[in-house]
């Protein structure tokens, strides 16, 4: 993860925060402008990371519901006032974008499916986010009215030629969406750490939720195609995730909701 060492008035943030920037080195580690990631280079290192009101809840509680079942870190606190706050232990390791892993294809491939059907068969009881299915479909629905659609977003992979393309798919199979598994939402490389090989956490899995497992499937597919820059990896992919829960025709599915966001 990029890092760039800066200085910050700690009178600016919850007086809970402030113990922990004593002594330590800060570095910005943001990588979108909806959100602030600050590292805080001490102990073992935190992640802070701040956004707008209300934005992090479900990032907050789907990460510790992650953290409970071993998968994801822990959530040191969460505040919500002005502004919504989430602390959380840095994870030991580096993504899957690390050259260690991206040199090594194939292994990182077999590895990245096996995990998955691994996450798919993870008992979901006390989800915080129980169907994730109803509202993948609601916001399709919702951003197909209000025009919303990106038709350069899967150009080399599963286009479509107009919006209304997309949503004819959806309408007509939309409701062939499962709702039962556990999702991380956003299956792709640099939401995956390992170290030296092991699986160590996943992150970003404010996404995630009890839904469709083509979901994870597709975001898989397509992380290693873009990732990689080969789409040479798809197949093998899921192979090694398993044929025997895998029903291809549903990636088109999967990609006409993704086309609305």
Request: glycine fraction near 8%; proline fraction near 3%.
């Given at each position: 993860m990029k890092r760039t060492k800066i200085d910050i008035d700690v009178n600016t943030y919850p007086d809970v925060f402030r113990p922990f920037f004593a002594g330590a080195e800060i570095y910005d580690s943001s990588c979108s402008p909806e959100a602030r990631v600050i590292f805080i280079d001490k102990d073992r290192g935190y992640y802070l990371k701040s956004a707008e009101r209300g934005t992090l809840k479900r990032e907050a509680e789907m990460t510790a519901f992650f953290h409970s079942k071993g998968l994801g870190t822990e959530v040191l606190e969460y505040l919500s006032g002005d502004r919504d706050w989430m602390l959380t232990e840095r994870v030991v390791g580096e993504d899957c974008t690390h050259p260690q892993y991206t040199e090594d294809p194939k292994r990182l491939c077999d590895l990245l499916a096996t995990l998955l059907r691994e996450l798919h068969e993870t008992d979901f009881d006390g989800c915080p986010m129980p169907d994730r299915t109803a509202e993948y479909l609601a916001t399709a629905e919702r951003n197909y009215k209000n025009g919303i659609y990106?038709?350069?977003?899967?150009?080399?992979?599963?286009?479509?030629?107009?919006?209304?393309?997309?949503?004819?798919?959806?309408?007509?199979?939309?409701?062939?969406?499962?709702?039962?598994?556990?999702?991380?939402?956003?299956?792709?490389?640099?939401?995956?750490?390992?170290?030296?090989?092991?699986?160590?956490?996943?992150?970003?899995?404010?996404?995630?939720?009890?839904?469709?497992?083509?979901?994870?499937?597709?975001?898989?597919?397509?992380?290693?195609?873009?990732?990689?820059?080969?789409?040479?990896?798809?197949?093998?992919?899921?192979?090694?995730?398993?044929?025997?829960?895998?029903?291809?025709?549903?990636?088109?599915?999967?990609?006409?909701?993704?086309?609305?966001?």
């Open positions: 990106d038709a350069s977003l899967f150009p080399d992979n599963w286009g479509y030629a107009s919006a209304e393309d997309a949503w004819r798919v959806i309408a007509e199979c939309g409701h062939l969406l499962k709702t039962d598994t556990l999702l991380h939402g956003d299956y792709c490389l640099p939401n995956i750490m390992l170290n030296d090989w092991k699986f160590s956490k996943f992150i970003d899995v404010d996404h995630g939720g009890v839904g469709d497992r083509h979901i994870d499937l597709f975001w898989g597919a397509w992380s290693l195609f873009f990732n990689l820059k080969t789409d040479e990896y798809r197949e093998r992919f899921f192979d090694a995730y398993g044929r025997d829960v895998f029903e291809p025709e549903m990636l088109r599915v999967i990609a006409a909701a993704e086309v609305f966001g």
